[in-house]
């Protein structure tokens, strides 16, 4: 059972929203094989460009315009907006056709999410981890190293954010040296013309 059946059986209700990226890389490795005269540099991103309109077709209609349009590109098959999809064993309709509810942006207005590239940033920022984190340690030790590496970035965050600056002044006293490290520039200058 697949992740996708799996959550279908166990949440039914839920929309699945998929990410387009994996659309784009699916449709760059079919047009690579032989069958669509191998790879075609040049027409590679009117490809992702015809991926990324259906993506964010509003309507079912523009949907399946853009979607003959992307057959156009890879198969040189010209289907009038009238026309039906002739081959319905074709190898986009997997991907496509039944996964448009999933893709395009018409089945899936509705669906509060947390906007584009949600997971890969979360992914990016996460990433320095797995050097860390191996599987063979405890799951306590993983636990206790996330804290750490959590509360540690807190504190840089907050160091960061209230560090004053400081300015080092030649010829100033001791007290006056003292000062320029624990107020800012603009406050110093206002010290040191009433000193």
């Not at 991103?45 to 003959?68: C, F, G, N, W």
């Not at 009038?80 to 319905?88: F, G, K, V």
């Not at 669906?111 to 191996?134: A, D, Y």
């Not at 160091?159 to 400081?166: H, R």
Request: aromatic share 8%; charged share 30%; net charge negative.
């Amino acid at each position: 059972m697949g992740e996708l059946s799996l959550l279908k059986s166990h949440f039914p209700q839920a929309k699945v929203i998929l990410c387009h990226i994996h659309l784009k890389k699916y449709i760059r490795t079919e047009v690579a094989k032989s069958e669509h005269d191998g790879p075609r540099s040049y027409d590679k991103d009117q490809d992702e460009d015809a991926v990324d309109m259906m993506r964010t077709s509003p309507t079912i209609d523009e949907y399946t315009k853009y979607l003959k349009y992307l057959y156009f590109q890879l198969d040189n098959v010209h289907l009038r907006s009238e026309d039906e999809i002739a081959d319905p064993n074709h190898l986009l309709d997997e991907k496509l056709g039944s996964a448009k509810e999933r893709r395009a942006l018409y089945a899936r207005s509705d669906v509060p999410h947390l906007g584009n590239h949600t997971t890969n940033r979360l992914e990016t920022s996460w990433g320095h981890i797995k050097v860390i984190l191996k599987p063979e340690i405890p799951l306590d030790e993983c636990v206790d190293t996330l804290i750490f590496l959590q509360a540690l970035a807190e504190m840089k965050y907050s160091k960061k954010i209230t560090a004053v600056g400081y300015m080092q002044y030649q010829g100033a006293d001791e007290e006056l040296d003292r000062l320029s490290r624990e107020v800012s520039t603009h406050a110093y200058r206002q010290i040191e013309t009433q000193y």
